[in-house]
């Protein structure tokens, strides 16, 4: 259907052309023009919604200045008539100006709910969670959305997926593994049915580290910092910026362990003390065992002593219980 209306567009233009021209030379004339629009419909799949938006927006506000600013030309009394060109020149200065200026300051415009494949609507009063690069990485972030504990949007940066894609192809292996692991936790939370996802056009070229733009991004969008690293949470509480820390919501929800309980661990490893064992929980919580070096191999019960707990994690001390 779309070709049958295409070809249409170009018998009608060419007709129009021979027939207002009078000659070949209107029918090669529209012909050239109706092919010329056909070829700029072709490239506009490539261009993003957004970028057209924002060079249009420019030339329109463009050609409003430079007509109205024709206008107060013709009110003025000369002597001689105006040449036409004077017209055209402003049209086309205007027009230019309006396009180049919008499009350096795109980082002011915002056209946030184009950015969303799915028109969700988010429970009012909700606001947007901007995600760094270490807590896409960590993954649980999408166990997380998945409880639905998390609503509202959840915001990715641009330039929070460039930088996963630059370390998903490093020639480390490991980084090359931790930026393929961002990034199949991306197509994840996309995939979510009832979770508000979109990407962020926003950047901020005058700061270099992803770091600030993303404090200077949760800062423009009033909204809140999700992350899991412990030096971007100082810094942004710093600069008065809410954050989110996984580590946090993951101590929270931890088991309580009270001095006095037996608990059944593995003892692993040595500690940095002389005597001490090290053994973890299945979360990842490491178990300190005065006296437990020996027992290095074996699974031994302990009893609690004490439990430190501070933002970048859990430590439980304990001593082995055979020794009570």
Known sequence: MIWIIRVLFLFICAGLGYRLIDDRLGLLAFSLGAVAILLLEFASKRVRLKTFLIVASGLIVGLI??????????????????????????????????????????????????????????????????????????????????????????????????????????????????????LDILNRLQKQKDLDVKISEQDFPAIREVDGKLIQLTKVLDGLLVTNDFNLNKVAELQAVEVLNVNELANALRPVVLPGEVMNVRIIKGGKDPGQGVAYLDDGTMVVVDEGEDFMGKTMDVVVTSVLQTTAGRMIFTRLKEAT
């Open 65 to 182: 200045c430079a007509n109205l600013l024709a206008y107060c030309i013709t009110l003025v009394p000369f002597s001689y008539p105006i040449p036409r060109f004077i017209f055209i020149a402003l049209n086309l200065s205007l027009g230019y100006l309006g396009i180049i200026i919008a499009w350096k300051k795109r980082d002011e415009i915002a056209f946030a709910s184009l950015t969303s494949k799915r028109k969700i609507t988010p429970r009012e009063g909700a606001r947007t969670k901007v995600l760094d690069t270490s807590v896409i990485i960590d993954g649980r972030i999408a166990d997380i959305c998945q409880t639905k504990f998390v609503e509202g949007t959840l915001l990715i940066p641009r330039f929070v997926l460039r930088e996963l894609q630059s370390i998903a192809d490093s020639s480390d292996s490991l980084k090359r593994n931790r930026g393929r692991r961002g």
